[in-house]
Nanobody, 122 residues
Framework: VQLQASGGGLVQAGGSLKLSCAAS????????MGWFRQAPGKEREFVAA????????DYGDSVKGRFTISRDNVKNTVYLQMNSLKPEDTAVYFC????????????????WGQGTQVTVSS
């Protein structure tokens, strides 16, 4: 599966952005989908993940209550709604996919896409 994230940009603190991750090459049905981010000089950080049925989700502690992951299996797209953004949310955001259900618990994904830059100004 090929993944392409989009929707990043510059936003003021307290604002919102919605990222999209369009998949191609296969349907995302049956795939766990996730979002990660990496800020300059920092390690990659888990943001969110969702099972292929949508009934199981997991979020990183730093984004709980502010970010929401969703998916549209018909449009073959995953989304990340980001609200109440903070300057520390500034990073390149990547989407990822994995056929294993335990990918959510392990936060370990097989396929990765190109990232999209999110910059939050104070």
């Amino acid at each position: 599966v090929q993944l392409q994230a989009s929707g990043g940009g510059l936003v003021q603190a307290g604002g919102s952005l919605k990222l999209s991750c369009a998949a191609s090459g296969r349907r995302i049905i049956g795939l766990v989908m996730g979002w990660f981010r990496q800020a300059p000089g920092k390690e990659r950080e888990f943001v969110a993940a969702m099972s292929w049925t949508g009934d199981v989700t997991d979020y990183g502690d730093s984004v709980k209550g502010r970010f929401t992951i969703s998916r549209d299996n018909v449009k073959n797209t995953v989304y990340l709604q980001m609200n109440s953004l903070k300057p520390e949310d500034t990073a390149v955001y990547f989407c990822a996919a994995d056929p294993r259900s335990q990918a959510i618990r392990r936060r370990d994904f097989y396929s990765w896409g190109q990232g999209t830059q999110v910059t939050v100004s104070s």
